[in-house]
């Protein structure tokens, strides 16, 4: 489906892109929408890190993971990125290795669930920043590599809010970088319909969760890897392309040797 893409930033001062809302799920005008194949893509590499061989290690943040149906979603998430971790969709981003950088296979680390800090209503970035270093620091996730990216997922009727924007507002999920070395994801709960489009909570992770995977792996450090400063990262070209790959709903993300999205 269409997607409308954020403009709410300037790439070149700030190149944070998100998962956009489903403006046809959200019953947005059509006019506004993206099309589905980006006309002039530039996208290029910066020069920065890549992760090669990636190391998910995924964390549920709110005592809501811990009970049905929520607790259930836990595992299903989990064997999604035990399954797309050595699957065709990393032998994709092959395309985009560099030298010093060869994109491979990677692996998932472990899990967690936290309820310590407690969450409230609404998040800020800065505070999910916040938490995943007091994890680090306390020795509850596991040490940072060059590989390292910590998924961090938030139950329903939890607001996150990024660069001024919030979840189910404006998107419905991002990446980001820590002090350009501490990667990760942050994928709030598909709660509205512009972040569920006609797909189950399940999908709508997994489609989330595989668009933010792969700009993870090509710019870790937003807008230093692969990117395009008018369209951004390979996900953001395709955003609300779906197929499935064995049992799993996926995105499509863009071939720079295809020109287009695959």
Not at 224 to 233: P, R, V
Request: with cysteine.
């Amino acid at each position: 489906m269409p997607a409308k893409r954020s403009t709410r930033r300037t790439p070149s001062h700030d190149p944070i892109r998100i998962v956009p809302l489903n403006v046809a799920a959200a019953g947005q005008p059509l006019a506004d929408a993206a099309p589905a194949q980006a006309p002039a893509v530039r996208m290029t590499y910066r020069g920065g890190p890549l992760l090669s061989a990636v190391e998910v290690f995924t964390v549920f943040w709110g005592a809501a993971w811990r009970q049905a149906p929520q607790s259930a979603l836990v595992n299903q998430i989990n064997a999604f990125f035990d399954f797309v971790l050595t699957s065709a969709l990393l032998d994709q981003l092959s395309e985009y290795s560099v030298k010093g950088f060869p994109i491979g296979h990677g692996r998932r680390t472990g899990t967690t669930t936290i309820t310590s800090p407690s969450l409230k209503s609404s998040i800020t970035d800065s505070a999910i920043q916040q938490m995943l270093q007091q994890q680090l620091t306390a020795k509850k996730l596991p040490k940072t590599t060059a590989n390292s990216l910590y998924f961090l997922y938030l139950p329903p009727g939890v607001r996150v809010v990024q660069g001024g924007a919030a979840s189910c507002q404006a998107f419905c999920g991002y990446h980001n970088a820590i002090a350009g070395r501490i990667f990760y994801a942050v994928m709030p709960y598909p709660g509205c319909s512009g972040c569920r489009g006609n797909l189950a909570a399940l999908d709508a992770l997994t489609s989330t969760s595989s668009h933010e995977l792969c700009e993870a792996v090509t710019d870790p450090v937003p807008g230093d890897g692969w990117y395009d400063d008018q369209n951004g990262e390979i996900g953001d070209i395709c955003a609300w392309q779906t197929k499935k790959l064995a049992a799993y709903t996926i995105q499509l993300e863009w071939s720079n040797q295809a020109k287009r999205c695959v």
